[in-house]
């Protein structure tokens, strides 16, 4: 547990929605390192999104991303969403930023940008596009 944080960027960012998928280890580290280091300095709470349904990948998932965060010692929430018909993985990310109360959206690239993150339905994009809070993006 940290003690209460002082910074100014920790009233900011109380509250950080990290969407996740089955992904290169090494990236999804990188994610969870991020996600950890918000949660450990500034005192974030972390609600890590995985969009499917519940399947044995859903527990592997939730087993890699426990066994890192739980020795930082971050709190966190894991959720899982229902792709809706008709729906969009960044759609629904945004729908879930509407519903609740996030500070910020932790989300990774696949490298594209530009106009060929629209050519390739680029999910990071859309969500930085359309969400209602802060975006961070990382490549």
Do not use: C, H
């Amino acid at each position: 547990m940290v003690d209460e944080p002082y910074y100014e960027l920790a009233y900011k960012f109380r509250k950080i929605l990290v969407p996740v998928s089955p992904m290169n280890p090494a990236r999804l580290r990188e994610l969870l390192s991020v996600a950890s280091d918000f949660g450990e300095r500034y005192g974030a709470d972390i609600t890590f999104l995985y969009i499917g349904g519940e399947d044995q990948t859903v527990a592997q998932l939730k087993k890699s991303i426990d066994d890192y965060i739980s020795r930082k010692g971050v709190r966190y929430n894991f959720k899982v969403r229902k792709l809706g018909e008709g729906e969009t993985i960044a759609s629904e990310i945004v729908k879930e930023l509407s519903e609740n109360s996030y500070d910020m959206v932790l989300l990774l690239s696949r490298g594209y940008y530009g106009a060929s993150a629209l050519i390739y339905n680029s999910t990071s994009i859309a969500v930085a596009i359309a969400a209602n809070t802060s975006v961070l993006i990382l490549r």
